[in-house]
C-alpha cells in the first residue's frame, strides 16, 4: 500500500505559474485570461485528481469493476470534463451550469471516496484532502463567472 501512496503522491501535472499570464500594463500587473481549459489552475488539479482517482481504485475488489470502481472513475472524469466543456461556452448561464455539473459530480466522487473508505478498499484521505482543494478552486472560478461583466 505504501507503494500506491508514492504513486499517487507523485503524480505530476504541469500547472503553469501565474506569472505566465501575467503582463505588465503601465504600473500595474494585469493576468491574461486563459486561452484553453487546460490553462486554467482549476481543470489541471481536478485532471491530477482524476488520475489519482485511477490509481486508488484499481485495488478495488474485481467484482466491483461493473460497480463502484466504475462509478467513481465516472464521475471523477465528470469534475475536469465539465471544467473544459464549460470553458468554451460563450454566456455565463452555459459556464455557470457546466461548473454546476462538476460540482455536482465532485459531491458524488466525495461519497464514493466514503463508501470505499467504509468498504475497507483503502484509505481515501489523501484523495479527500486533493479534492476540498479542488472543491474551493472550482466554487471560486464558478464565482468569478458569475460576478464577470462579460
Known amino acids: 500500500m505504501q507503494k500506491k501512496e508514492n504513486r499517487?503522491?507523485?503524480i505530476e501535472v504541469r500547472i503553469l505559474n501565474t506569472e505566465d499570464r501575467m503582463q505588465n500594463i503601465g504600473d500595474r500587473m494585469i493576468?491574461?485570461?486563459?486561452?484553453?481549459?487546460?490553462?486554467?489552475?482549476?481543470w489541471q488539479k481536478a485532471h491530477k485528481w482524476?488520475?489519482?482517482?485511477?490509481?486508488?481504485?484499481d485495488d478495488f475488489p474485481k467484482r466491483?469493476?461493473?460497480?463502484?470502481?466504475?462509478?467513481?472513475?465516472r464521475a471523477a472524469i465528470s469534475i475536469p470534463a465539465n471544467i473544459a466543456e464549460g470553458f468554451k461556452k460563450k454566456g455565463k448561464k452555459d459556464k455557470s451550469r457546466f461548473?454546476?455539473?462538476?460540482?455536482?459530480?465532485l459531491e458524488e466522487s466525495r461519497y464514493y471516496?466514503?463508501?470505499?473508505?467504509?468498504?475497507?478498499y483503502g484509505d481515501s484521505s489523501q484523495l479527500?484532502?486533493?479534492l476540498?482543494?479542488?472543491?474551493?478552486?472550482?466554487?471560486?472560478?464558478?464565482?468569478?463567472?458569475?460576478?464577470?461583466?462579460?
Not at 99 to 105: E, K, L, P, V, Y
Open 8 to 10: 499517487i503522491q507523485n
Open 31 to 42: 493576468r491574461q485570461p486563459a486561452k484553453s481549459f487546460q490553462d486554467l489552475i482549476v
Open 50 to 57: 482524476v488520475l489519482a482517482v485511477y490509481l486508488y481504485s
Open 64 to 73: 466491483e469493476i461493473y460497480g463502484l470502481t466504475s462509478q467513481l472513475r
Open 99 to 105: 461548473m454546476n455539473i462538476a460540482q455536482g459530480s
Open 113 to 120: 471516496l466514503i463508501l470505499a473508505k467504509d468498504l475497507g
Open 128 to 130: 479527500m484532502s486533493q
Open 132 to 150: 476540498k482543494e479542488v472543491s474551493k478552486l472550482l466554487e471560486g472560478y464558478s464565482n468569478s463567472i458569475l460576478n464577470s461583466i462579460f
